[in-house]
């Protein structure tokens, strides 16, 4: 069952990285408009790569849910932390910046990444969900070497 999501931008974050850390995917979408402008910072031709396949473009409240699972199902969840430093929060905005530490499943290597994440917020669901984050750590926990 669907709980009302706060119109507080701050409240809304807030919202969003308690039920992150729950782990439920359903539940994180929930916080998600139907449509989204969606945007990762990875070259356009590592999109989607099988070893990285919750890196790429998303549109909808669906797609969400489906980046959130397939995230989860790539890593090592005993082996996941994220540390948020700062949240900044202007008007229907917000930017948290951190840096997010796990270990990829296929590989067992773990790493570090620095990350930006740009929401933009409307009656309390995201509309807006921009990520920076150091892609190439990323990148180097999940090469296989098939390239």
């Avoid at 999501?5 to 782990?23: H, I, K, N, S, Y």
Wanted: hydrophobic letters at 40%.
């Amino acid at each position: 069952m669907a709980t009302a999501v706060p119109t507080d931008t701050r409240a809304a974050v807030e919202e969003l990285l308690r039920r992150m850390g729950e782990g439920d995917p359903e539940r994180v979408a929930e916080l998600y408009a139907e449509h989204i402008d969606w945007s990762v910072s990875w070259p356009e031709d590592e999109h989607g790569r099988t070893e990285t396949p919750w890196i790429r473009h998303r549109a909808t409240r669906a797609d969400a849910a489906a980046h959130y699972r397939e995230l989860g199902e790539h890593h090592i969840p005993e082996q996941v932390a994220t540390e948020i430093e700062r949240i900044l929060v202007d008007g229907p905005d917000a930017v948290l910046l951190g840096e997010i530490r796990q270990t990829a499943r296929s590989t067992g290597r773990a790493y570090r990444a620095r990350f930006a994440l740009h929401l933009t917020f409307a009656d309390g669901l995201i509309t807006r969900h921009h990520v920076y984050e150091d892609s190439l750590a990323v990148a180097r926990a999940f090469d296989t070497g098939d390239r």
